[in-house]
């Protein structure tokens, strides 16, 4: 009897914790960052953002603050903000916003599925939704427009350039990101391709979850292993540097005119240095910057024009160590 | 003759019956693997990293210095575990908050500072007080409100890594190479041996020290076997419990010194993720009751090192990343299983069984 009624009160105990956890995750998800929507009936023009938590990673980072800095109030904008890693908390902060009568909904989703009835709902009450950094799977005439990056693009760009170096030989280390992440899928893809293609040879494939400890894991590995490889392609630039701090321990010169060839992605400032110094050989570019082209679509709705473009792909360059400049880290580093 | 034989009969029963069986004959199992497959595995050679320092490599070197982090952690979770039959699941966010922290003090403000000027101490003694403030407030949670020790640290889990974030306003602090702060993950110029090695040597040793030489192995033992009887005997299972969680934070604190200066900089969202789950793995592999009570300090530490053999075996062998997670949750269901006290009473009675017509034939000649 004792022990069950212990029990039952560990439960309780458990329960409101889990709640108290789960209102502060909402709480957070439905914070506000600017004045609410029903003081903004005048000139402002009310736009609900929902975008994944800031501190993600320094992409995000540089995509919210992009947000923030374009849609001011100086900018004839009423903006509310709503952050969730979680697909169903985004959901619900996007009905909040319809249900406030926003005049735009901006959606970086959390996942693929389950924004059909939310969109549906959205046009219904006449607000107008745009996507952005991220697509869903919802009929596209339920949306305005999509501001998206093209993975798939990174890494044909990527490859190519790699494909360019013309090295006698290719032995890769390939390390992914988290698998079935839309920036794995697409830089893999285009690597994949390329190695079935030009008959390179795939040292290592192998996932590090973005983790720079566990690249450096990885690299240590076939190093101690003592296969002979020429090209490290990192999906993203913290797991290029710990693949970088597996080649330093253990005298492996890398960069310009280094032995291996170093590649990574996203354009952290930090990273375009490593370039620059000639450390690493290259950085693709996954452009955050999506709110000006965000701006442009409103300015034209607001115009009462028309927008043809569906899917809005960002213009993504990249980073090499014998071209890269100043100006170039100042202007694209995130 | 026959008190060999009897001498013989007592060590392996004594073998079968110690926690220490499970690890090692896991250990033994990743060695002949690995010498079947590949003798190479343990080729150790002298190379020089890129600043010309002789360093010892090979995936053994690999192996202990990469299981460092985790050997020292499973100290923190033994202790934990034993007092209060939960664990804690937010070690490796707070391996965030402290790191982050170190970081912090280090930079002083400055996210990309030319030189360090605080003392390396300064910066891990704040570390260390961090961590141990997020471990006595797990450890209130705990031992005062009574609250499910997972569910408790799942506070820290979930709000820690935005802790770690905010410490350092979502900036990314990176301290320069020249500082020196990477020995602490990587070589002291000179000797051979990675630094994480000696860091976790020592606090194995400390703690070894520490249960031999003061009662705590004695009062966390008797907390987890029976709280009332404890309370009873004059112990204060409330202060004991709390003082495992401060523990645990110190060996955060030290696990996230490494952690940081291995890259010299911290991504708060992927340092050491999913650590918490290793931890706990390396506590029960080592044969510990995850409902507390009895415990066995060696074990738990020699389990870290086996869950570091199995992970550089998987990525030795280049097994596909898709099915990673897969081959470490065959081999953890069999090494949980063969460690579960019924399938270990069965095994040993089947030894018995095996051994008892020989032992009557020695009876018989006698």
Known sequence: MISRRNFLKGAGLAGGTLALVGCGGGGGAATTDDTTTDEASGELISVGIINNDPNESGYRTANDKDMKETFTEENGFAAEFAYSMKNEEQIASAQQFIQNGVKYLLVSAADTAGWDTPLQDALDAGTQTILFDRVVDA???????????????????????????????????????????????????????????????????????????????????????????????????????????????????????????????????????????????????????????????????????????????????????????????????? | ??????????????????????????????????????????????????????????????????????????????????????????????????????????????????????????????????????????????????????????????????????????????????????????????????????IAAACIVVIFLVLKFTSLGLYVQSVGINERAARLNGLNPTFIKWLTFVILGVCVAVAALIKVSRISTINYQTIAADIEMDAILAVALGGNALSGGKFNMGSSILGAYVIQFLTTTLYKFNVASAALPAYKAVVVILLVVLSAPIVRNKLSALWKKIRSPKQTEVEVAK
């Not at chain 1, 994949?192 to 494939?205: F, I, K, S």
């Not at chain 2, 937010?90 to 996210?111: F, Q, R």
């Open chain 1, 139 to 334: 009929p596209e005439d339920l949306y305005v427009a999509a501001v998206v990056s093209d993975m798939d693009a990174e890494g044909q760009t990527a490859v190519d350039w790699l494909t360019d170096q013309a090295l006698p030989e290719y032995n890769i280390i390939h390390i992914q990101g988290v698998m079935g992440s839309a920036a794995q899928v697409g830089r893999t893809g285009a690597l994949d391709e390329a190695v079935a293609a030009n008959g390179w040879n795939l040292v290592v494939q192998q996932t590090a979850d973005w983790n720079a400890e566990t690249a450096q894991q990885i690299t240590q590995s076939v190093i101690d292993s003592g296969q002979s490889f020429n090209v490290i392609y990192a999906e993203n630039d913290d797991m290029a540097k710990g693949a970088v701090a597996a080649l330093d321990a253990a005298g492996i010169t890398h960069g310009k005119d280094g032995d291996v060839i170093i590649m990574g992605f996203d354009h952290n400032t930090w990273a375009l240095e490593e370039v620059m110094a000639g450390r690493w050989n290259y950085d693709g570019q996954c452009n955050p910057y999506q709110a000006s082209t965000i701006l442009d679509i409103i300015n034209k709705l607001e115009a009462g024009e028309e927008v043809t473009e569906k899917t809005v792909i960002m213009e993504e360059g990249y980073a090499d160590c014998d071209t890269i400049t100043q100006e170039y880290i100042d202007e694209n580093g995130i």
């Open chain 2, 1 to 198: 003759m026959t008190i060999e034989k009897n001498q013989d009969d007592n060590f392996f029963k004594k073998l079968l019956h110690s926690q220490m069986i499970i690890p090692i004959a896991a250990l033994l199992a990743l060695v002949v693997f690995n010498l079947i497959a590949d003798p190479s595995f343990f080729a150790i050679s002298m190379g020089q990293d890129s600043t010309g320092n002789p360093v010892l490599s090979g995936q053994l070197i690999s192996i202990l210095n990469n299981g460092s982090e985790l050997a020292i952690l499973a100290i923190g979770m033994t202790l934990v575990t034993a007092a209060t039959g939960g664990q804690d699941i937010s070690v490796g966010a707070t391996i965030a908050v402290a790191g982050s922290a170190m970081l912090a003090v280090l930079c002083g403000g400055n996210m990309r500072p030319e030189v360090v000027t605080t003392p390396f101490i300064v910066a891990f003694i704040v570390g260390v007080l961090v961590a141990m403030l997020c471990g006595a407030f797990n450890g209130v949670m705990v031992a005062v409100f009574k609250v499910q020790p997972m569910v408790a640290t799942l506070i820290l889990y979930t709000a820690g890594r935005s802790i770690a974030a905010w410490i350092n306003n979502n900036a990314l602090p990176i301290i320069p190479t020249n500082s020196g702060f990477g020995i602490f993950g990587g070589f002291i110029p000179g000797i051979p041996i990675p630094t994480p090695v000696f």
